[in-house]
């Protein structure tokens, strides 16, 4: 150690005094002290901005990646095809050298539960921070994704018209012919056409069925419904099933009852009684006699029966002088036949609805034994709860007939009886309803020697006195019933193609949009009738809800037809009496309803087959989700895009 002089520390201390004294430049030394950690800071700064950028894009390239590895596995293994797309989809999301990154490294593999995990890593050169000693920094990400099917219910609203009996090409008026229902009754349909376009449905149906099966893994949760439609549906059962007050047990038809006698022919008794006792003796009442009914609603009318022959008697002996001015007995026996009216007639569905054979009461029974002629089975299509007619809706305040959710209430009065079936749904039955012609109200008529029942014998589609159960209206599709309605369910593929090849998928009736997706709806809704249907499944998020929609027609409501709204013509249930507006007003209950739909969440796709999208059906889909199909194998495609959109890639890390 060296020792300071004592001259040495004075000089120091002139020096310090001298600076202390001195200010000149010492704002520019300042300003460079203070420099140095600020250029520290800007370069770490800088540095972990190109670390955060870098981190950011590779997550990022590691996500796409993983993903697009998940899509491309066609089994349970990540092969050398579906890794190599895993790459490739990074590699164009992290460019080689981005922001001067480098040793940039992607590792994908596969879960033992199927699903895709990756790895990336990059090392970001640093450069001011690198004087501190770290010149590198080693960024690492990691990545999973599922392939994955959400829960997904999805309702098919299906178009099953006579039209659909022809083939795409071209126009055709099929033939019909008949079946043997499940319930071994007999039914009506539309011969197909050599590649019909009904046929084309079924292909896409089950194609739809394969795209969205793929997709899935073993969590998965899809439910199908199904509702064939034309005019009316057959969701009768359904409804039942659920709860049996939701139909009506007395309803009006515009059907037929016996108001009367005529009088067929008068014949006199060749060999007359020879006393006045044995004469008084043959004085007798109608045979079969007339009885009086009582309705629910207390009223009576007189119900007139007739015996096996469709005729009644009468036998009348008279004792009086005859024209040589001697009494005598004259016997004269008369024979009559009913008097029809044809008018609206209430009857009790109570049996009915429930599925049993009952007796026809628009038809005579045998008056000696009360045995009927006719019997009736319900098929399962309903008439709608009470409707408004009207040229628009509002969604936030729909009519009974148009809002899904809305319960069916059962009002009765202090005995019992129902007071109101505005809210409940009706059982269509064709046999007890009735064409008039242009006889708005009612008419009179009746039977003759060749025909003493008072049917008549026209064989005319839609021809007077003809009910619509006939074998003609029925043929032609003026009371269309088609496959009974599918409540949603897990179904296997086997199940599915059950129900489109069943015996009664078939082809017939008229095109009534709306009658398809105001039930499609119902089945549908997660606030309505059947919520319990759609309803999360334990531990699950809700289930995304669809509606495809399938038609291969525009609207083509009828006056004539009988079906979900009774016959327009007699019950004006749309358009309130104005005929010439009865395809707008079926147009707006048809929208209203997609919109209804839409609104609770349902996502509606559309599809025109061979018939090009219109307004309606455009203002129907959900936005972009409506499709044109010219021909079967469209469609086909057309089906299998909408089972790839409903299938959807969710990312879980």
Not at 331 to 345: A, D, H, K, M, N
């Amino acid at each position: 150690m060296v020792a300071m002089r004592p001259s040495d520390s004075v000089f120091a201390r002139g020096i310090l005094v001298r600076l202390l004294r001195d200010t000149r430049g010492a704002a520019a030394v300042m300003i460079v002290l203070a420099m140095i950690p600020l250029a520290a800071m800007a370069g770490v700064a800088v540095d972990v901005g190109r670390i955060y950028m870098v981190k950011t894009r590779l997550q990022q390239a590691c996500d796409a990646g993983a993903l697009a590895g998940r899509k491309s596995m066609t089994g349970a293994t990540l092969d050398t095809s579906a890794s190599g797309q895993a790459q490739v989809f990074f590699n164009n999301n992290y460019q080689a050298g981005y922001v001067g990154s480098r040793d940039i490294k992607f590792t994908p593999s596969v879960t033992s539960d199927y699903q895709v995990t990756a790895t990336a890593t990059a090392t970001v050169p640093t450069t001011l921070t690198g004087i501190m000693g770290r010149r590198n920094q080693v960024v690492n990400v990691a990545c999973q994704a599922r392939y994955d099917v959400a829960d997904a219910d999805i309702m098919f609203v299906l178009d099953t018209t006579g039209s659909m009996a022809c083939n795409p090409i071209a126009d055709c008026n099929p033939a019909s012919a008949t079946y043997t229902r499940p319930d071994g009754t007999t039914g009506y349909y539309a011969v197909e056409q050599g590649g019909s376009k009904l046929s084309g449905l079924r292909d896409a149906v089950i194609s739809f069925y394969d795209t969205l099966a793929k997709s899935a893994d073993s969590s998965t949760n899809i439910r199908y419904g199904f509702v064939p439609y034309s005019s009316t549906v057959n969701v009768g059962s359904l409804l039942y099933q659920a709860n049996p007050n939701y139909l009506v047990t007395q309803w009006q038809y515009q059907s037929r009852h016996a108001t009367g006698d005529k009088v067929l022919s008068t014949a006199t008794s060749p060999n007359p009684p020879a006393t006045q006792a044995a004469c008084d003796a043959k004085d007798q009442s109608r045979t079969p006699a007339t009885f009086t009914t009582r309705r629910g609603d207390g009223t009576t009318f007189v119900t007139y029966t007739y015996d096996k022959n469709g005729k009644a008697t009468v036998v009348d002996g008279v004792w009086a002088k005859n024209s040589q001015n001697v009494y005598a007995c004259t016997v004269t026996t008369t024979t009559y036949i009913p008097v029809w009216t044809y008018e609206q007639w209430p009857y009790d569905v109570s049996n009915f609805v429930k599925g049993q054979s009952v007796a026809d009461p628009s038809k005579i029974t045998d008056g000696s034994n009360g045995t009927p002629f006719y019997t009736s089975r319900w098929q399962g299509c309903i008439e709608e709860r009470r409707t408004t007619a009207s040229a628009s809706f509002s969604n936030t305040n729909l009519p009974p007939d148009l809002d899904p959710d809305l319960a069916p209430v059962r009002s009765v009065d202090a005995n019992g009886m129902p007071t109101s079936s505005d809210t409940r749904w009706r059982p269509m039955w064709p046999d007890v309803t009735y064409f008039r012609g242009t006889n708005f109200v009612s008419v009179d008529n009746t039977g003759n020697d060749t025909n003493p029942y008072g049917d008549t014998t026209s064989t005319s589609v839609g021809g007077d006195y003809t009910s619509a159960g006939e074998s003609q209206n029925v043929a032609a599709g003026l009371s269309a019933c088609g496959k009974p309605a599918q409540r949603l369910r897990k179904m296997t593929k086997d199940e599915v193609s059950a129900y489109v090849n069943a015996s009664d998928f078939k082809a017939l009736g008229g095109t009534y949009h709306d009658t398809g997706m105001i039930w499609g709806t119902r089945l549908l809704s997660p606030s309505g009738l059947f919520q319990t249907d759609t309803a999360a499944w334990p531990g699950r998020q809700a289930p995304n809800r669809y509606i495809v929609f399938m038609t291969d027609g525009e609207m083509a409501p009828s006056l004539a037809s009988y079906g979900m709204y009774g016959i327009e013509g007699y019950d004006k249930r749309v358009t309130g009496g104005a005929y010439g507006n009865q395809e707008n007003y079926h147009n707006a209950r048809f929208v209203a309803e997609c919109q209804a739909a839409k609104s609770r969440n349902i996502t509606v796709f559309v599809v025109g087959f061979g018939q090009t999208l219109n307004d309606q059906l455009k203002a129907c889909a959900s936005p972009g989700q409506a499709y044109y199909a010219k021909d079967n194998a469209a469609l086909t495609t057309a089906f299998q895009k909408i089972a790839a959109q409903v299938a959807m890639l969710r990312l879980s890390k």
